[in-house]
């Protein structure tokens, strides 16, 4: 770019050189006294208009007027707009628009000057928003325009600059402001418009990830109704979609408002993926407004995440964007080993120097390399580190800027830069755990800013590394001992005691020991001694560990305690110390705790586990001694527990604490409730401790479900129901409900005598038993008259243990016998009244009728059919006898035809239906119907042969016979 500003005569004269022909006289130009300078220009237009209009980067041209013949933006009459517009680098300056509204080829209009920015920066947004009018008509082939000039603010749309440039663009005008007009808008605000594809960038593969869509209404009247939402994979497919049907907030939305909806996107394999997203709604030319939506799945690098560039493939998984062949892998002037990440040009390959430059032809360039998506785990202290070599101009200018970038284009934090020279390899060292349990990119971006040539020899990049940190942790046998803190509680011998201490390192990258010694001990209160008496080795790995032990000898009996420094290279716990501190004693007893599961400490050495019948055993006790001796254990075992698997046993051999009492198994259902006790004497060879180790299994009460009763659950406010007849007997059972006891070791019984407690009581009355875990009622005898009314019962059920007992309420409705009774089904039968049921069907029609048969009364019912004395032909099916008592209902069909051969008249089913107590007759008649013969006429005779219009043949006098 020109770095000075030439006013002179010269320049006046190739102004007006340039404007001496004639330029037409629609949508004349601004002038400008100093043409031609570069510099001076707008980018990044963008205005949400329907379809959204984005120009792009408008390159630095020296051409003051550019007219984008094709470059289009539609308005809409009524509705309000914003424009964003972007300030060049390299010099301040203000930025205004005007729109043709009435397409007259000039912007002098009333309301057709948009607005202006203030005078903006270098590289700062600004931004105008206008409304086009309501009413405005309609126009296509009109024009807007776009001007910049240097510090200060356009007013004139032709009128006569300094410094600065004019865009103009085509445009349309539409008047649709009475109607709804849908826009949907992804996250950002980026239109995602009908029939378009829209790219939602990368989604973790296998997991579910929620992405938000504006719907917009830019009508200025009528509100938009959406009436559907849906999503379904399309295209390559790979991916599993799910979008909300509902809008927040809900459907419709007025004019200028908006709602959102999510859709749950989960890649079912790395790679691109596509779905397609269908929105109903009332627009008038976009009613079925569809989105096809592209993405690409991903699984995140793990840590450490390490890049050399020296592999098969270094950038395979690397995102290189900007100018062609900027950003390469290079063997040139690596940091060690063979290949580098670099952005340079005209190289002379192999060489052990840097040499071309990323001068790409004299113009102003830039180019982002930005690394695989990295995953960082929650909690983790992580560093990023890479060496950092850069040859090119210095100043304000080649600058290279890293960072840390969380959607892959911008960066979350800048770690680096804008970075101009610095002489030969630097390794840069960031901290990135303000990151921990996110997902991240590496961004590097480099910008030559202007286009001077650049003959230096570029960047290059080598050896990135993202890794955890050494995380240094203590623990004294299972018990975290904090840097700082202290580890209290520990009991010695007097005699003297080893204390065996484990360093871990939770990081990612090698735990290094610095000190001399590694663990440095300082005796403090009560002690003797206290040496290291085994050193742990160095370094450790991440997720490794190494052991030292501390020989503590005290004075005498009484508190003590000692210091431990250890230094190291974790970045905040070095050095690492902490004091130790406890009580010198003669002995201890063993001590037992609650270790994983349910066991309960009762109190007097007692250790309590209460199980339900049939649950899941898998409880510990611990056995430490708080001096440090080692034990024996003696088991006496409890009465045999069936489902256990697993359960302490003897140890013999004396053995150093922790020691797991383990129960595993489960309480079968079989075993009888009540107390299994285990009696365990630990021993350290000084002392024992005993204690009683119980699992209680409970005595669960009896459960009862609905089986065959109508209805209810048993409960006094919701009995069971059923309903019997007047005349249903002892045959007339039903199982009411189940009944199930899961200690499957007892039986359930019922106890005593059912108690009614409401309704009839003088007729023959109701029996109940309890077998195979089903509670039936059936009547006593036959049920009479005197029975018919609600009789209600309470049943209680026992498994022997009063305190379980439970009571089932009975409700039972006993109705007068209501005969079975027969209906015409979906067929062509005819109840013909009297019991008589009529089929009439015309010789050789088919047959496919059904009479249903029901009782209205819970009965089972027999069939008795006697069938015509002679049969009718073409039949394939008809009624049989039932002899078994069966529940209606119950269908009588008959299939087949009524063969031609068959004698018209009447074929009779009679058929007789009985319910145990009532009986139901009923005929079945299938009439065939004796049709009359039909005659036509022969060929070549006239007439139908009726009275009015007989059959007419004609004969000659001589005619011989025929």
């Given at each position: 770019?020109?770095?000075?500003?030439?006013?002179?005569?010269?320049a006046l004269m190739l102004l007006a050189a340039c404007f001496g022909t004639a330029l037409a006289a629609q949508y004349t130009p601004p002038t400008y006294t100093s043409p031609g300078a570069t510099g001076d220009y707008c980018a990044n237009i963008q205005i949400n208009t329907s379809p959204a209009f984005n120009s792009g980067t408008i390159s630095d041209s020296a051409t003051d007027y550019n007219y984008h013949a094709g470059v289009s933006a539609t308005f809409e009459a009524g509705i309000s707009y914003t424009m964003t517009v972007l300030n060049n680098p390299d010099w301040d300056g203000g930025i205004a628009a005007w729109l043709d509204l009435n397409g007259d080829g000039d912007y002098a209009d009333a309301n057709?000057?948009?607005?202006?920015?203030?005078?903006?920066?270098?590289?700062?947004?600004?931004?105008?928003?206008f409304t086009v009018p309501t009413g405005t008509t309609a126009q296509s082939g009109t024009?807007?325009?776009?001007?910049?000039?240097?510090?200060?603010?356009?007013?004139?749309?032709?009128?006569?600059?300094?410094?600065?440039?004019?865009?103009?663009?085509?445009?349309?005008?539409?008047?649709?402001?009475?109607?709804?007009?849908?826009?949907?808008?992804?996250?950002?605000?980026n239109p995602a418009n009908s029939g378009a594809t829209f790219n939602i960038g990368p989604f973790l593969t296998g997991a579910p990830t929620n992405y938000t869509f504006t719907v917009s209404n830019l009508g200025a009247t009528n509100p938009l109704n959406v009436t559907g939402i849906s999503a379904a994979s399309s295209g390559v497919g790979n991916v599993s979609v799910t979008a909300s049907p509902t809008l927040v907030p809900a459907s419709p939305i007025n004019a200028g408002a908006s709602a959102t909806f999510d859709v749950a996107v989960t890649p079912t394999a790395d790679g691109p993926f596509e779905f397609t997203i269908t929105i109903n709604n009332n627009d008038a030319d976009e009613g079925t407004y569809t989105i096809v939506v592209q993405g690409t799945g991903f699984t995140p690098a793990a840590l450490p995440y390490t890049e050399d560039f020296e592999g098969a493939s270094p950038l395979a998984n690397w995102a290189i964007s900007g100018q062609a062949g900027a950003w390469h892998v290079t063997t040139n002037y690596p940091a060690g080993g063979a290949a580098c990440l670099g952005y340079c040009t005209g190289e002379t390959q192999p060489s052990a120097t840097a040499d071309g430059d990323y001068d790409f032809g004299g113009v102003t360039n830039s180019g982002t390399a930005r690394s695989p998506q990295i995953s960082i785990p929650?909690?983790?202290?992580?560093?990023?580190?890479?060496d950092h070599y850069q040859d090119t101009e210095t100043g304000t200018y080649d600058q290279l800027t890293v960072g840390i970038s969380l959607n892959g284009t911008t960066f979350a934090t800048t770690l680096l830069g804008p970075s101009g020279y610095n002489n030969g390899y630097t390794t840069r060292t960031f901290d990135i755990s303000a990151y921990a349990g996110q997902v991240v990119y590496v961004l590097f971006f480099f910008d030559t800013i202007d286009n001077f040539a650049n003959t230096t020899t570029g960047i290059r990049i080598d050896n990135l590394q993202v890794i955890e940190a050494p995380e240094m942790d203590v623990l004294r046998g299972a018990t975290p001992v904090s840097d700082g803190g202290t580890d209290s509680g520990v009991d010695i011998l007097t005699a003297g005691t080893n204390l065996t201490y484990t360093i871990e390192n939770n990081g990612g990258s090698d735990l290094n020991l610095t000190g001399t010694p590694l663990v440095?001990?300082?005796?403090?209160?009560?002690?003797t001694s206290v040496n290291v008496t085994t050193s742990p080795s160095t370094p450790v790995a991440g997720a490794g560990s190494t052991q030292f032990i501390i020989n503590v000898v005290p004075t005498a009996a009484g508190a003590y305690d000692f210091t431990v420094s250890i230094n190291n290279d974790d970045p905040d716990e070095n050095p690492y110390n902490f004091t130790v501190s406890g009580n010198a004693v003669s002995n201890v007893p063993p001590a037992v705790t609650l270790g994983a599961g349910n066991w309960v400490d009762a109190g007097g050495g007692l250790f309590t586990l209460t199980l339900n019948p049939g649950a899941t055993i898998n409880d510990t006790l611990n056995v430490d001694d708080p001096t440090p001796n080692d034990m024996t254990v003696?088991?006496?075992?409890?009465?045999?527990?069936?489902?256990?698997?697993?359960?302490?046993?003897?140890?013999?051999?004396?053995?150093?604490?922790?020691?797991?009492?383990t129960w595993t198994g489960t309480a079968d259902a079989s075993n009888t409730p009540g107390n299994y006790n285990w009696t365990i004497d630990i021993n350290d060879g000084t002392s024992t401790t005993s204690i009683t180790a119980r699992i209680i299994i409970v005595d669960v009460p009896p459960q009862h479900t609905i089986l065959n009763a109508s209805g209810g659950d048993g409960s006094a406010g919701t009995p069971y129901t059923y309903t019997f007849a007047v005349g249903n007997t002892g045959a007339n059972s039903v199982d009411l409900a189940t009944v199930t006891d899961a200690n499957t070791s007892q039986t359930v019984t019922i106890s005593g005598t059912p108690n009614q407690t409401s309704g009839p009581t003088g007729g023959t009355g109701f029996q109940f038993t309890l077998a195979a875990n089903a509670l039936t009622v059936a009547p006593a005898g036959a049920l009479v008259a005197a029975d018919v009314g609600t009789q209600v019962f309470e049943v209680v059920v026992s498994d022997g243990n009063v305190a379980n007992d439970q009571t089932i309420t009975v409700s039972l409705d006993v109705v007068a016998n209501v005969p079975p009774a027969v209906s015409v089904g979906t067929s062509n039968w005819v109840n013909a009244g009297g019991g008589l049921f009529t089929l009439t069907v015309n010789p050789g029609a088919a047959i496919n009728d059904t009479l249903v048969v029901t009782d209205t009364t819970p009965d089972n019912?027999?069939?008795?059919?006697?069938?015509p004395g002679t049969a009718l032909t073409g039949l394939t099916a008809e009624p049989a006898d039932i002899a078994a008592p069966t529940a209606g209902p119950i269908n009588l069909t008959w299939t087949g035809t009524a063969a031609a051969s068959n004698t018209p008249g009447n074929y009779n089913w009679t058929i007789d239906i009985n319910d145990g107590t009532s009986s139901t007759v009923i005929t079945a008649r299938i009439i065939v119907v004796d049709v009359a013969p039909q005659h036509t006429a022969a060929t070549g005779i006239s007439g139908d042969g009726s009275a009015g219009t007989p059959y007419l043949a004609t004969y000659a006098q001589n005619d011989p016979p025929a």
């Open positions: 770019m020109s770095s000075y500003r030439i006013k002179s005569l010269l057709e000057y948009l607005g202006a920015t203030a005078v903006l920066t270098l590289s700062q947004s600004g931004t105008i928003n024009r807007f325009r776009v001007i910049q000039v240097y510090n200060g603010v356009p007013n004139d749309p032709i009128g006569s600059y300094g410094f600065g440039q004019c865009e103009e663009y085509d445009a349309v005008i539409n008047n649709n402001a009475g109607d709804p007009e849908i826009q949907v808008f992804g996250t950002g605000s929650a909690g983790a202290s992580v560093t990023l580190s890479f440095s001990v300082t005796a403090g209160t009560n002690v003696d088991v006496i075992t409890a009465a045999a527990l069936t489902g256990i698997t697993g359960q302490p046993a003897n140890i013999t051999t004396p053995t150093a604490g922790t020691i797991n009492l019912m027999t069939v008795d059919v006697t069938a």
